[in-house]
Protein backbone atom coordinates (compact mmCIF):
# COMPACT_ATOMS: atom_id res chain seq x y z
CA UNK A 1 0.00 0.00 0.00
CA UNK A 2 1.34 3.35 -1.48
CA UNK A 3 1.33 6.54 1.34
CA UNK A 4 0.80 9.31 0.51
CA UNK A 5 3.45 12.40 -0.20
CA UNK A 6 3.41 14.60 3.18
CA UNK A 7 2.79 17.94 0.75
CA UNK A 8 -0.37 15.88 -0.36
CA UNK A 9 -1.72 15.47 3.30
CA UNK A 10 -0.89 18.68 4.27
CA UNK A 11 -2.48 20.17 0.96
CA UNK A 12 -5.43 19.20 2.49
CA UNK A 13 -5.12 20.70 5.55
CA UNK A 14 -3.98 23.78 3.80
CA UNK A 15 -7.33 23.27 2.05
CA UNK A 16 -9.41 23.82 5.13
CA UNK A 17 -7.11 26.76 6.37
CA UNK A 18 -7.94 28.32 3.30
CA UNK A 19 -11.46 27.72 3.83
CA UNK A 20 -11.44 28.92 7.42
CA UNK A 21 -9.37 32.16 6.15
CA UNK A 22 -11.75 32.65 3.56
CA UNK A 23 -14.54 32.69 6.26
CA UNK A 24 -13.33 35.23 8.37
CA UNK A 25 -12.65 37.52 5.47
CA UNK A 26 -15.91 37.29 4.80
CA UNK A 27 -17.36 37.71 8.43
CA UNK A 28 -14.29 40.75 9.08
CA UNK A 29 -16.08 42.32 5.92
CA UNK A 30 -19.50 42.16 7.21
CA UNK A 31 -18.52 43.19 10.78
CA UNK A 32 -16.26 46.38 8.88
CA UNK A 33 -20.07 47.43 6.82
CA UNK A 34 -21.75 46.56 10.18
CA UNK A 35 -19.41 49.62 12.10
CA UNK A 36 -19.48 51.83 9.15
CA UNK A 37 -23.13 51.70 8.23
CA UNK A 38 -24.10 52.23 12.47
CA UNK A 39 -21.44 55.64 11.62
CA UNK A 40 -23.63 56.82 8.71
CA UNK A 41 -27.09 56.07 11.14
CA UNK A 42 -25.82 58.09 13.64
CA UNK A 43 -24.73 61.13 11.47
CA UNK A 44 -28.32 61.24 9.75
CA UNK A 45 -29.65 60.73 13.49
CA UNK A 46 -27.99 63.81 14.80
CA UNK A 47 -28.95 65.75 11.37
CA UNK A 48 -32.15 65.00 11.98
CA UNK A 49 -31.81 66.58 15.79
CA UNK A 50 -30.21 69.11 14.22
CA UNK A 51 -32.85 70.67 12.08
CA UNK A 52 -35.52 69.65 14.56
CA UNK A 53 -33.88 71.85 16.97
CA UNK A 54 -33.37 74.74 14.41
CA UNK A 55 -36.85 74.13 13.61
CA UNK A 56 -38.07 74.52 17.09
CA UNK A 57 -35.79 77.51 17.66
CA UNK A 58 -37.62 79.21 14.56
CA UNK A 59 -40.73 78.08 15.98
CA UNK A 60 -40.33 79.45 19.43
CA UNK A 61 -39.12 82.60 17.89
CA UNK A 62 -42.42 83.34 16.69
CA UNK A 63 -44.15 82.00 19.94
CA UNK A 64 -45.42 78.47 20.85
CA UNK A 65 -48.57 76.96 22.57
CA UNK A 66 -47.34 74.79 26.12
CA UNK A 67 -48.71 72.15 24.32
CA UNK A 68 -46.01 72.14 20.64
CA UNK A 69 -43.28 73.14 23.21
CA UNK A 70 -43.65 69.58 25.19
CA UNK A 71 -43.92 68.12 21.70
CA UNK A 72 -41.45 69.22 20.22
CA UNK A 73 -39.22 68.78 23.86
CA UNK A 74 -40.49 65.59 24.32
CA UNK A 75 -39.79 64.74 20.56
CA UNK A 76 -36.24 65.95 20.61
CA UNK A 77 -35.60 63.92 23.93
CA UNK A 78 -36.72 60.67 22.01
CA UNK A 79 -33.97 61.45 19.39
CA UNK A 80 -31.66 62.21 22.37
CA UNK A 81 -32.33 58.97 23.72
CA UNK A 82 -32.44 56.87 20.03
CA UNK A 83 -29.15 58.89 19.59
CA UNK A 84 -27.33 57.45 23.00
CA UNK A 85 -28.56 53.94 22.42
CA UNK A 86 -27.29 53.95 19.22
CA UNK A 87 -24.08 55.03 19.77
CA UNK A 88 -24.20 52.25 22.65
CA UNK A 89 -25.13 49.88 20.07
CA UNK A 90 -22.04 51.31 18.10
CA UNK A 91 -19.65 50.70 21.09
CA UNK A 92 -20.71 47.12 21.05
CA UNK A 93 -20.52 46.32 17.07
CA UNK A 94 -16.94 47.99 17.14
CA UNK A 95 -15.52 45.66 20.37
CA UNK A 96 -17.27 42.77 18.26
CA UNK A 97 -15.52 43.86 15.16
CA UNK A 98 -12.25 44.16 17.24
CA UNK A 99 -12.37 40.19 17.92
CA UNK A 100 -13.11 39.51 14.31
CA UNK A 101 -9.91 41.13 13.44
CA UNK A 102 -8.27 39.30 15.92
CA UNK A 103 -9.92 36.25 14.67
CA UNK A 104 -9.41 36.57 11.09
CA UNK A 105 -5.31 37.44 11.95
CA UNK A 106 -5.20 34.09 13.51
CA UNK A 107 -6.90 32.26 10.66
CA UNK A 108 -5.17 34.24 7.94
CA UNK A 109 -1.98 33.07 10.04
CA UNK A 110 -2.30 29.90 10.60
CA UNK A 111 -3.35 29.68 6.49
CA UNK A 112 0.56 31.06 6.08
CA UNK A 113 2.22 28.62 8.16
CA UNK A 114 0.44 25.61 7.00
CA UNK A 115 1.69 26.65 3.21
CA UNK A 116 5.24 27.30 4.30
CA UNK A 117 5.24 23.93 5.15
CA UNK A 118 3.80 22.67 1.97
CA UNK A 119 6.12 24.81 0.58
CA UNK A 120 8.93 23.27 2.37
CA UNK A 121 7.31 19.65 1.73
CA UNK A 122 7.45 19.85 -2.00
CA UNK A 123 10.90 21.01 -1.46
CA UNK A 124 11.90 18.34 0.31
CA UNK A 125 10.29 15.83 -2.04
CA UNK A 126 11.94 17.53 -5.10
CA UNK A 127 15.38 17.13 -3.30
CA UNK A 128 14.82 13.10 -2.77
CA UNK A 129 13.39 12.69 -6.50
CA UNK A 130 16.76 15.22 -7.83
CA UNK A 131 19.14 13.40 -5.56
CA UNK A 132 17.40 9.48 -6.45
CA UNK A 133 17.60 10.65 -10.66
CA UNK A 134 21.62 11.83 -9.52
CA UNK A 135 22.07 8.36 -7.95
CA UNK A 136 20.77 6.73 -10.81
CA UNK A 137 22.81 8.83 -13.40
CA UNK A 138 25.82 8.37 -11.08
CA UNK A 139 25.02 4.52 -11.33
CA UNK A 140 24.71 4.28 -15.08
CA UNK A 141 28.05 6.31 -15.32
CA UNK A 142 30.14 4.10 -13.24
CA UNK A 143 29.05 1.26 -15.31
CA UNK A 144 29.54 2.84 -18.57
CA UNK A 145 33.29 3.51 -17.54
CA UNK A 146 33.07 -0.58 -16.61
CA UNK A 147 31.81 -1.65 -19.99
CA UNK A 148 34.22 0.88 -21.91
CA UNK A 149 37.31 -0.46 -19.92
Known sequence: MSQKKRSSRLKVVLDLAEKRKKDAERFLAEH???VESDKQQLLQLERYLSEYQQ??????AQ???VHKLLNYQAFMNKISVA???HK???LMNQKQLAHV???WAQ???KYKAIDSLVVKALDAEAKVV???LQKQLDERSQLNKINYI
Open 32 to 34: IQR
Open 83 to 85: IEQ
Open 130 to 132: DKA
Open 55 to 60: SYRQAS
Open 101 to 103: KQH
Open 107 to 109: MHG
Open 63 to 65: GLS
Open 88 to 90: KSM
